[in-house]
């Protein structure tokens, strides 16, 4: 099937691939540049496992397609840290204890990251509400909207 080449920046670093017209940011990013911190959940954009942001931007990767993204700027938890530095989203989850398996915490701290930038923090039920698209089947909902509200100061 048809396919394309596609140059974006990923955390920072320019990346040119040729990727097959339907193929996902998602896959783009676990598959095409080894980048499995984005978690394929749902694949279907019912589970937020596999948020990133793009342009600044929240998006579910898995509802991405990769050709569209010809100059755009993704970052993926990856690409938070500051060298060994965490991000402090990512400090505040393990200060809060805000996971237990970790399968989505990866898409719970960009998406919160995003929540943060974008100034959702005002109440925990308004970060609550921006964060309803992320999935958690351990039920860490209290300490995850603790962690954004502790970061958000
Ligand atoms: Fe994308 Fe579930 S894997 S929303």
């Not at 989203?89 to 974008?118: H, M, N, R, W």
Request: with cysteine.
């Amino acid at each position: 099937s048809p396919s394309s080449r596609v140059s974006l920046t990923v955390n920072g670093t320019r990346r040119t691939v040729t990727v097959d017209n339907r193929t996902s940011l998602l896959d783009l990013l676990r598959e095409h540049l080894g980048l499995t911190g984005s978690k394929k959940g749902c694949n279907a954009g019912a589970c937020g496992a596999c948020t990133v942001l793009v342009d600044g931007q929240r998006v579910n990767s898995c509802l991405t397609l990769a050709v569209r993204l010809e100059g755009a700027e993704v970052t993926t938890v990856e690409g938070l840290a500051d060298g060994d530095r965490l991000h402090p989203l990512q400090q505040a989850f393990i200060d809060e204890d805000a996971f237990q398996c970790g399968y989505c915490t990866p898409g719970q701290i960009v998406s919160g990251v995003g929540c943060i930038q974008e100034g959702h923090t005002g109440s925990p039920e308004e970060i609550r509400e921006w964060m309803s698209g992320n999935i958690c089947r351990c039920g860490c909902y209290v300490k995850i909207v603790r962690a954004v509200e502790q970061t958000a100061g």
